[in-house]
């Protein structure tokens, strides 16, 4: 059964750091496009960053510089580490598979493997 999980959010204070984390199972996540999205309350759902199969990574905007994907092939994981964090970062964080032309401009995938989704709140 294929399945992601995502763990790693929490309360921080503006400026402080997350990982989030997206464990995959029931599949080899070294080979697929991963995403991450969030949704913040009364907010669309929005891409944040996106690693493709071949390695190449990601960003939204206004993450960049701030926000780094990678994946552990041996932990069969991507990460997602968030510093330099800011209030309008404060939402639901979500993983999922993606196709792999959609990751470049991080569109929600046709077809994605969604997890269940990790908070993150950005507040002092």
């Known amino acids: 059964q294929v399945q992601l999980v995502e763990s790693g959010g929490g309360l921080v204070q503006p400026g402080g750091s997350l990982r989030l984390s997206c464990a995959a199972s029931?599949?080899?996540?070294?080979?697929?496009?991963i995403g991450w999205f969030r949704q913040a309350p009364g907010k669309e759902r929005e891409g944040v960053s996106c690693i493709n199969f071949d390695g190449s990574t990601y960003y939204r905007d206004s993450v960049k510089g701030r926000l780094t994907i990678s994946r552990d092939s041996e932990q069969n994981t991507v990460y997602l580490q968030m510093n330099s964090l800011q209030p309008e970062d404060t939402a639901v964080y979500y993983c999922?598979?993606?196709?792999?032309?959609?990751?470049?401009?991080?569109?929600?995938?046709?077809?994605?493997?969604w997890g269940q989704g990790t908070q993150v709140t950005v507040s002092s």
């Open positions: 999922t598979t993606t196709e792999p032309d959609r990751c470049p401009t991080l569109r929600a995938p046709l077809l994605g493997n």
């Open positions: 029931g599949f080899t996540l070294y080979y697929h496009a």
